[in-house]
């Protein structure tokens, strides 16, 4: 079993939609948690990052952790075709910082 | 200027052959890693080096040696390829604590034929 499970997708959605996307953990010393976008042919880049259960926003992105569940979310409001791309979620422990640990990432299509 | 540089983008090459990827951030950054993703998308570890000093070795065979001149410059040489090297390989770099994040080079796409 892997550190981290996310479901690859794909996953499509008409244009204003909202896209939900999420990963659960197994290892409960994670704290640090990252999402991270990748379009096609490219790196990875930071997309969102938290330390804390709760909610984070950030313009039509809201990132979710729940420690609890061990459960962290993504979620994209009004969706545009310029957001396909692959959603990586990524995970570290506090004392091993150099180390993330990825989701397998979903492949979500906006339809314009 | 490109933050995270790697060349080559695309590697050909046959079955026994020896072969170096090279990468080069000009963010300042003292970590640089190399990650390996393969055909679904998964993203893995294999090194990771904090000025010039080696500190993540995940299981990664033999074959597979990196090798930092400075803080700047973190290369991959990969000595009798085999298919199942077939991959992407990612170099990134972080100012230190994953938390602020990695800045990932475009990839070099490996293809052993």
């Known amino acids: 079993q892997k550190e981290v499970e996310q479901d690859p997708g794909p996953l499509s959605v008409p244009e204003g939609a909202i896209v939900s996307l999420n990963c659960t953990y197994s290892?409960?010393?994670?704290?640090?948690f990252m999402w991270y976008r990748q379009y096609s042919r490219k790196g990875p880049e930071l997309l969102m990052y938290?330390?804390?259960?709760g909610n984070k926003e950030d313009g039509r992105f809201t990132a979710q952790v729940d420690k609890s569940s061990k459960y962290i979310s993504l979620f994209i409001r009004d969706s545009q075709p310029s957001d396909s791309a692959t959603y990586l979620c990524?995970?570290?422990?506090?004392?091993?910082?150099?180390?993330?640990?990825f989701g397998a990432g979903t492949t979500v299509t906006v339809r314009a | 200027d490109t933050a995270v540089s790697q060349t080559p983008k695309y590697l050909v090459t046959q079955m026994g052959n020896d072969k170096s990827i090279k990468c080069e951030q000009n963010?300042?950054?003292?970590?640089m890693y190399w990650y390996k993703q393969d055909s679904k998308k998964f993203l893995k570890i294999m090194f990771s080096?904090?000025?010039?000093?080696?500190?993540i070795n995940e299981t990664v065979p033999n074959r597979f040696s990196p090798k930092s001149p400075d803080k700047a410059h973190l290369n991959l040489h990969i000595n009798s390829l085999e298919l199942g090297d077939s991959a992407v390989y990612f170099c990134?770099?972080?100012?230190?604590?994953?938390?602020?994040?990695?800045?990932f080079g475009s990839g070099t796409r490996l293809t052993v034929v």
């Open positions: 990134a770099s972080s100012p230190g604590q994953v938390l602020y994040g990695y800045t």
């Open positions: 290892n409960s010393a994670f704290q640090y």
């Open positions: 938290t330390y804390s259960s």
């Open positions: 990524a995970m570290s422990v506090p004392n091993n910082d150099y180390k993330l640990s």
């Open positions: 963010l300042g950054h003292d970590t």
């Open positions: 080096y904090n000025n010039k000093e080696l500190i």
